[in-house]
């Protein structure tokens, strides 16, 4: 993997408006991701989902420019925005969100078939990656009859079956006991230290110890914490 920046902001902000006048939820923000993993801190309601939001473009700044590896997603059209997502972003959420009448292979298989490899491919690569999070033997299984920490397992394996560029997670270990979350962590800690920009959401001032880089997040203003 490459060392250079691949994800960078620009002059990044987003106001609403609130009645007679606006509500800043974050102020203007310039920054480079370095490769590895960067924990961003802050209170519930401090402008960390709205930064996600953003990096991921579900949402349109107010001002500035989310760049990754040379392209302004937010200068492509909104179907431009989710095949370029589907090529680059992989995302790990509070709520595993998986696919209920989906296998867990299945569900890591969902984004390949999006993206029209072969079938043969596809399986071969969503075994290879629950038997990286150590979920061989479950593949057959439904959500609704894994873990919490399973189905985390294979929402990370899901989030990697494309080999993104940037991995964005969104309080992964929220809903998880600490010895579950460590698991998940030490597999997002991985993608990191092969070069790839993770970028992880967490009020745990814990689990931010364990990046690379921190970024702090009051009120809408992003700060540098390390």
Not at 115 to 142: F, I, K, N, T
Not at 180 to 208: F, S
């Amino acid at each position: 993997m490459t060392g250079s920046c691949v994800l960078r902001v620009e002059g990044l902000s987003r106001i609403y408006p609130s009645g007679e006048g606006t509500v800043t939820a974050l102020a203007p923000f310039t920054h480079a991701f370095p490769p590895g993993m960067t924990a961003v801190v802050g209170p519930s309601g401090s402008g960390k989902s709205t930064l996600l939001n953003l990096l991921a473009g579900f949402d349109t700044p107010t001002t500035g420019r989310v760049w990754v590896d040379g392209t302004d997603l937010h200068a492509l059209p909104e179907a431009g925005r989710a095949d370029f997502r589907l090529a680059n972003y992989g995302f790990v959420f509070q709520s595993h969100n998986l696919v209920t009448i989906l296998t867990a292979l299945e569900n890591v298989e969902l984004p390949l078939t999006l993206a029209g490899l072969p079938p043969r491919e596809r399986r071969e690569r969503a075994r290879a990656l629950l038997d990286q999070v150590g979920l061989s033997g479950r593949a057959s299984h439904l959500p609704s009859q894994l873990s919490g920490g399973e189905a985390q397992r294979v929402a990370i394996a899901r989030a990697l079956a494309h080999d993104p560029r940037v991995l964005l997670a969104d309080e992964p270990t929220g809903n998880l006991d600490s010895h579950t979350g460590e698991r998940v962590l030490e597999l997002l800690t991985g993608p990191a230290r092969e070069g790839r920009t993770v970028v992880l959401i967490t009020h745990d001032r814990d689990v931010a110890a364990l990046a690379d880089h921190t970024l702090r997040v009051r009120d809408g203003v992003v700060t540098a914490g390390d």
